[in-house]
């Protein structure tokens, strides 16, 4: 199978996977199932992944991946523009917005997996969680540096709390406020960034 094909079959599979397990659990899903619902032979789930288990840790690692780009993408795009760290910081919180907007079955699942302590992929979970916060870092200790926000800000806690702050409002916002649009929550979000970390 070329690896864009096969690329494609994994990303079927995801998909299958997420939905099944935000609708019954992971406990409850079954690889014949997965099947099923991604259109492929049981025997395809096999030969892309050696089993549920894995097929799950290579899921979180994948969307926490993607996650991970789309923060970066949008903060290096508005450095590029000669935007300030704080402006930037800003487009992470709307280009989680997006991402979760668009995938908000696989968000639910990685904010539920992250308190669960007994997973055998607990610790690719807080591997690619640190991946993500670790953008927000950068970008956090950058404005530091050049003097946008106070030296006297805990980076890594406030990379931590900004990563969280998103996830936690973008679910809130699909599940409870669905009619609210993008702009209007992505608005609300960069108050609390100006006026709580930037102390405007």
């Not at 709390?161 to 702009?183: E, H, K, N, S």
Request: hydrophobic residues 45%; proline residues 2%; charged residues 25%.
């Amino acid at each position: 199978m070329n690896s864009a094909r096969r690329q494609a079959t994994r990303q079927r599979l995801y998909e299958a996977a997420v939905t099944l397990i935000a609708e019954k659990g992971f406990s409850s899903t079954t690889v014949d199932e997965i099947a099923e619902r991604a259109g492929v032979a049981k025997g395809t789930v096999y030969y892309n992944f050696a089993s549920k288990n894995d097929l799950f840790e290579e899921l979180l690692r994948h969307g926490v991946g993607l996650l991970t780009a789309s923060l970066r993408e949008a903060s290096e795009n508005v450095i590029a523009q000669g935007g300030s760290r704080v402006d930037a910081l800003d487009a992470m919180i709307r280009a989680g917005l997006v991402f979760i907007g668009r995938s908000p079955s696989f968000t639910q699942l990685y904010v539920a997996e992250l308190w669960r302590t007994n997973r055998a992929w607990q610790s690719t979970l807080m591997m690619v969680r640190q991946e993500a916060i670790a953008v927000v870092e950068k970008v956090l200790r950058e404005a530091v540096d050049r003097g946008e926000l106070s030296d006297e800000i805990d980076v890594p806690l406030t990379a931590s709390a900004l990563f969280g702050m998103v996830l936690v409002a973008a679910l809130d916002w699909q599940a409870f406020q669905p009619d609210r649009d993008i702009d209007d929550v992505h608005a609300a979000l960069s108050r609390l960034l100006q006026g709580r970390v930037g102390g405007g």
